[in-house]
């Protein structure tokens, strides 16, 4: 085994360890069959991972250093403009939120108001189709009484004329000669 830890691998074999400690059965199990492997695979036997923890142990890996904090008066600033842009974005989420539950008033009145108007045809239709639907009959009936009234008063008054025995107009294409 090599004297150099490689940080990767320890991050690796941490985790695992992690793992098995886990009251979760199948997640301890797994990660003991993953400690198996790695170790069949690297050659490792129990006793060198023992000498890796002793070894380790003393002598931790250095951790990476923490970033450095901004001074106080430019965080402030920062702050302050973060604060300001969070208060900005806070209204500008209110009024999309008005202007959504507006919008959804209005889908909701129009919705209603296409229902109306679906239903108002469909009252027209019926109208219409049952006046279609009517047999013609009553209106041919009518036609032929009406024919039959104005034959008989045209014929009465050509009698009437007859009886009344009116002199007869001369015919003036005649009397020209």
């Known amino acids: 085994m ?10 690796i074999l941490s985790d695992i360890l992690a793992l098995v400690l886990e009251d979760q059965p199948g997640q301890s199990a797994n990660a003991l069959e993953a ?64 202007d959504l539950r507006s919008a959804r008033a209005r889908n909701e009145e129009l919705r209603s108001q296409l229902y109306l108007t679906q239903q108002a ?11 279609q639907a009517r047999p013609a009959a009553p209106r041919r009936a009518a036609v032929a009484l009406a024919f039959a009234i104005g034959a008989l008063a045209g014929i009465a008054g050509t009698e009437m004329l007859h ?7 001369p015919d003036r294409a005649v009397a020209a000669d």
């Open 163 to 169: 009886v009344l025995n009116l002199p007869a107009l």
């Open 35 to 98: 400690i198996r492997n790695r170790a069949r695979r690297n050659g490792t036997t129990g006793g060198a991972l023992k000498n890796l923890f002793t070894a380790i142990a003393p002598n931790p890996p250095a951790r990476a250093q923490p970033r450095p904090r901004a001074p106080r008066g430019a965080g402030a600033q920062e702050m302050q403009a973060a604060r300001a842009r969070i208060s900005q974005l806070t209204e500008s989420l209110n009024k999309l939120d008005l």
């Open 2 to 11: 090599s004297d150099k830890l490689d940080p990767k691998e320890l991050k």
């Open 121 to 131: 045809r469909a009252e027209s239709q019926a109208a219409l189709s049952m006046m």
